[in-house]
């Protein structure tokens, strides 16, 4: 490893560093209290009442909880996310360092190429996307002009509830641009005496990049692990604009926060709207505290 | 460098918590002396709001004890915004509301008693009028336009390709209708079809419910329909379906198609009256008709209906702002001043004096509307009455469902079954 | 680290060479990013064009090269809304450029508190900081709707901007806190025995090392706080508060698609900003660490 292994800091630091951190986090804390705990508290209430948002929240138990059960619309949901989840992340996170690394260093147009690349994030999830993406899967569209070209005449794939799904997964790839950036961030970050004293020693490149890149950079490949998928399983707004807010064609794309949101504010069942969210915040917390213990076999920090 | 940094970074933190502050010293002024504040809130496209901030503007130029603060939003945008300000008891004065949540407001008390409000003129509707205006036996919303169900078609392309509909009353139902589609997607050189698929459209699924005998809601919050009737529709669409006179869900990209990717690819299509008006102009080298839906033989009497979207009072508006309230609801539904900034396509005029007037500033279009409009307004017509609590979704469910039956994921009553199961479990759970 | 036997050894390989071979492999770098970019951008190009068609052919002429060109969806769209579309611009530049200082701010002083001070309750914050991300946004949005609409803050980009004050995008924090721990130990250590305390030591030893972090952090929040809708949306009632994406969602209704052109316009005019914004910040994500040197 590049870094050097030390002591901890002194136990008689560590009073003066409690106060230091809580003078630090004020704001955290203070957003934490006004901004984020009460409503994080109100939902999990919410989650155990009938709530139609109009009238007062009447509880009911483990009611929300049960009707998921026999919800077929819920397991839809459930097996469209999963499916996203682990099919996008790992494409867009490889595409993503994929191209970080081809940019980090070398290329004449860079800045050309970087832009080019977060174009499509920028225009981030817009109205104007739902007609883009009809315009390549749709029935006329692009791809079925290109395969018309073979003689075969496609359907539109957005329609079609075989390949709604993957349209979709293409869209979050598409927009890998901001893993990309986080990647760069990260490869900036990476101080060039190592690489210099590795050419000193004759390191090869794949040995300059097993040794000193990827370990280096894993911490940002943790992170952008984490929070992609903590994102993917919140995909809302592509489905949402893409299928017009249906999840259709027949579930295909009845992501779970569009479900979420189809219960909370189209049919007003706020309460089973906040149950399901906290299932899903289990799940992912479950997702991500296994990423956590994983991630002591492959990830090292310049701090241990 | 790391000075200049550290210093850029302070300036910047400093100007962006100067600029917050100053961003929130710019909205929600309040009304000066003497003046009334109102809040406005409706949906649409650009254009609607366009022409309605005018006429509210003029409206405050006519009575400058009264301001108007717009809220408006596209109808998507209009619903997520009201449910969040109805749950924070937060509403505009005077609000549209969307069809499917006029029951759910009014089940909680959210409009306010329109009766008494000296300001809004009720003299020019009759007693029947204002009985189909109630909603639980309370006069507490507005109707501001009627719609009522219509089969629109494409008359450049009807003369084009030598196509007329039956002209008499009689022969006008809804085989011969199919009957047409059928054959004029079977010869047509130019690759049109007879119409969209649209077995999810609710008014005209509601006129057919309603020539059976059936109708959509009861007056006591049930299901007014049966799966036979709702099967009988969708029948009458696969068959369409299957004999290739309707679009197919690839090609019309989906359930409730934009109008401007099938526009030019169709001869007919159901609608609501009052779509022709913006429907058309998105085509401005055709001219485009329209005319009651078919009857089917042995229709039930009185199965006409009308269809109002509605406005109201927030309950918890300020007592002293009721009366200017009163007179703004007056001027958008009891004048032609307003219509004639914002035009008709909120519908034709509930006010049957207004309505006539409407002609003499209607264009092609909206005469067109008017027209049917104002027969459906003079038939002979049941009560109808607006979906209970619960089923604010009902269109979803139905739409899911028509889908699925076009994919062949499901059989019609199957499918028929499954969507009225969906909708009582709505309205038992609301109870 | 020892020498291993490796294809590509740059330190025998004979000047000449070495250049003829970097420079053919450059070029077979750029056909392949190039073919690359031309299918990542195409959508864009597409709606760029579009722009320029007649509103109602957008669709129905869907090819790349218009036929007749029109500057009308530009001019129709900066006035659709009652008043000029760099209203929209102004007031969306004001909540981004908030947001940034926001986040920049209270997410960096969290971020090295939790990364490298030393308390008890470090790693429950921690995961509460993670948690607080877990949970979907509609089910919060009204709870938090109604404690800013008690404060009489509703129809004001408080509740747009104080939340970004106070720390609340974890993504931030803890993305510094990932740089953060990537900064060797030792830097802020030395500091330590200089008699620098925890204060100093951030201002003058892991802020300017956390540069990328730093950049990233803007870009993210200039961009995804100008995209940004739904809370917008509920919070800004009055068109003339309303940002860029609440304006442009104006402009078509979701019944009929009548005004693509005068989206994708505005679309289009609204992206300018963002993409300028983001081709000037990407440059810092060079001239980062690496290029000024460790100290």
């Known amino acids: 490893m590049a870094t050097t292994r030390s002591r901890r800091p002194r136990a008689s630091k560590l009073h003066s560093q409690g106060l230091a951190a809580h003078i630090f986090l004020i704001p955290w804390q203070l957003g934490l209290l006004l901004v984020t705990a009460i409503p994080l508290f109100a939902s999990l209430y919410l989650a155990f ?61 860079l800045a050309f190429y970087r832009s080019a690349f977060y174009l499509p994030s920028l225009l981030g999830t817009s109205v104007a996307i739902a007609i883009l993406w009809r315009q390549i899967f749709g029935d006329d569209g692009l791809i079925n002009q290109a395969l018309g070209l073979f003689g075969v005449h496609g359907e539109s794939w957005l329609q079609n509830p075989a390949t709604a799904l993957s349209t979709l ?116 917390a479950v997702v991500t505290a296994i990423h956590f213990i994983l991630s002591k076999y492959w990830v090292f920090y310049g701090d241990d | 460098m790391n000075e200049v940094d550290r210093r ?71 619903q997520e915004r009201m449910t969040t300000q109805m749950a924070a008891r937060d509403v505009a004065d005077i609000f549209w509301i969307a069809s499917a949540q006029v029951m759910t407001y009014a089940r909680n008390n959210l409009y306010r008693d329109l009766q008494g409000i000296s300001t809004l003129d009720l003299s020019a509707y009759d007693n029947a009028a204002l009985e189909s205006f109630k909603l639980d036996g309370k006069l507490n919303t507005m109707p501001f336009g009627i719609f009522v169900p219509v089969i629109r078609w494409n008359q450049t392309f009807a003369e084009e390709d030598g196509v007329e509909l039956p002209a008499g009353e009689d022969e006008w139902t809804w085989d011969a209708w199919a009957e047409l589609l059928v054959d004029y997607t079977k010869d047509n050189p130019k690759g049109r079809k007879g119409s969209p698929y649209e077995a999810d459209a609710d008014l005209p699924f509601e006129a057919w419910l309603r020539q059976r005998g059936e109708q959509l809601w009861t007056h006591d919050g049930r299901i007014g329909f049966t799966v036979d009737g709702v099967s009988s529709w969708f029948d009458w669409w696969e068959k369409l379906l299957k004999a290739g006179a309707v679009l197919t869900l690839s090609e019309q990209e989906g359930m409730s198609p934009d109008w401007t990717l099938v526009g030019d690819k169709v001869l007919g299509k159901v609608a609501n009256s009052n779509h022709i008006i913006d429907d058309a102009k998105m085509f401005p080298d055709h001219t485009f008709k329209e005319r ?35 007179k703004l609801i007056n001027y958008n539904t009891n004048t032609v001043d307003m219509l004639k900034v914002v035009g008709l396509t909120m519908g034709a005029p509930v006010n049957p004096e207004i309505l006539k007037q409407a002609y003499d500033f209607a264009s092609e279009d909206e005469t067109e509307m008017l027209k049917v409009v104002q027969a459906d307004q003079e038939a002979e017509r049941r009560p109808r009455y607006e979906a209970p609590p619960g089923t604010n979704t009902w269109r979803t469910a139905m739409a899911r469902v028509a889908e699925e039956i076009a994919l062949g994921r499901t059989t019609v009553p199957a499918g028929s079954a499954r969507f009225i199961e969906e909708v009582q479990a709505g309205i038992d759970r609301a109870k | ?90 007031n969306s530049l004001l909540v981004s450029v908030g947001s940034i200082v926001g986040n920049l701010f209270s997410c960096a002083l969290t971020a090295y508190a ?11 914050y921690l995961a509460v900081t ?153 440059k810092h994500l060079i001239r980062g660490i690496a290029t000024t040197g460790l100290k």
């Open chain 3, 130 to 282: 993670l948690a607080s991300v877990m949970l979907p946004l509609h089910v919060l949005v009204i709870p938090q709707y109604i404690f800013f609409s008690q404060l009489g803050m509703v129809n004001t980009y408080f509740p747009l901007l104080i939340p970004k004050f106070l720390a609340t995008d974890a993504f931030f924090v803890y993305l510094m806190v990932q740089f953060i721990r990537t900064i060797p130990r030792d830097l802020d250590r030395a500091a330590w025995i200089d008699g620098s305390g925890p204060f100093r030591t951030f201002w003058y030893v892991i802020l300017p090392l956390m540069r990328p972090a730093l950049v990233t952090t803007t870009i993210f929040t200039f961009i995804w706080t100008w995209n940004d809708f739904f809370v917008p949306l509920i919070y800004l009632t009055s068109p003339k508060m309303f940002t860029v994406s609440v304006a442009l969602s104006s402009m078509v209704d979701s019944q009929s698609q009548d005004g693509v052109g005068m989206l994708f316009a505005m679309s289009l005019v609204s992206l300018l900003p963002v993409l300028a914004f983001f081709a000037f910040a990407q």
């Open chain 2, 8 to 78: 850029g970074f302070l300036k910047l933190a400093l100007a962006g918590a100067a600029a917050a502050g100053l961003a929130g010293c710019g909205g929600g002024d309040g009304a000066a002396d003497g003046v009334t504040s109102l809040r406005y809130a409706w949906w649409g496209n650009n254009v609607r709001q366009q022409n309605y901030t005018k006429a509210l503007k003029e409206f405050a130029a006519k009575n400058p004890d009264i301001q108007v603060e717009p809220e408006f939003a596209e109808y998507e945008a209009f």
């Open chain 3, 114 to 124: 939790l990364a490298r001070l030393e308390f008890r309750m470090r790693k429950v």
């Open chain 1, 169 to 284: 997964i293409v869209l979050n790839v598409w927009t890998f641009g901001s893993p990309m950036v986080i990647f760069l961030a990260g490869l900036r970050q990476i101080p060039e005496e190592l690489y210099e004293a590795a050419r000193v020693d004759g390191a090869t490149v794949v040995r300059q990049f097993t040794h000193i890149t990827v370990p280096l950079l894993t911490p940002i490949i943790f992170f952008n692990l984490i929070l992609q998928t903590i994102g993917a399983f919140q995909t809302f707004t592509q489905a949402h604009v893409v299928s017009g807010g249906t999840g259709g064609p027949a579930n295909s794309t009845l992501f779970y926060t569009l479900y979420i949101y189809q219960q909370g504010f189209a049919n007003f069942d706020m309460g089973y709207a906040s149950a399901l969210a906290w299932v899903l915040m289990i799940a992912i």
């Open chain 2, 292 to 326: 009651a839906v078919p009857i089917a033989p042995g229709a039930q009497a009185g199965h006409k209906f009308l269809y109002y979207p509605r406005m109201a009072i927030y309950q918890g508006i300020d007592p002293d702002k009721v009366e200017a309230a009163g």
């Open chain 3, 1 to 90: 680290m020892t020498t291993a036997t490796a294809p590509i050894d740059s330190t025998r390989s004979p000047a000449g060479a070495l250049t003829r071979r970097r420079r053919s492999r450059d070029l077979l770098k750029h056909l392949g990013l190039g073919v690359f970019v031309l299918l990542m951008v195409y959508p864009l190009v597409w709606m760029a064009v579009s722009a320029f068609k007649p509103g109602h052919l957008i669709l129905t002429q869907p090819g790349l090269v218009p036929r007749d060109l029109t500057f009308d969806n530009f001019v129709q769209g900066w006035n659709a809304l009652n008043r000029p579309f760099s209203v929209f611009l102004v």
């Open chain 1, 49 to 109: 009442t009938d709530y139609n948002i109009l009238s007062s929240p009447e509880f009911n138990g483990l009611e929300n909880f049960r009707r998921m059960f026999s919800d077929e619309y819920f397991w839809a949901s459930v097996r469209v996310t999963l499916v996203y989840v682990f099919v996008s992340i790992p494409l867009q996170l490889a595409f993503a360092l994929l191209l970080a690394l081809i940019l980090d260093r070398g290329l004449r147009g």
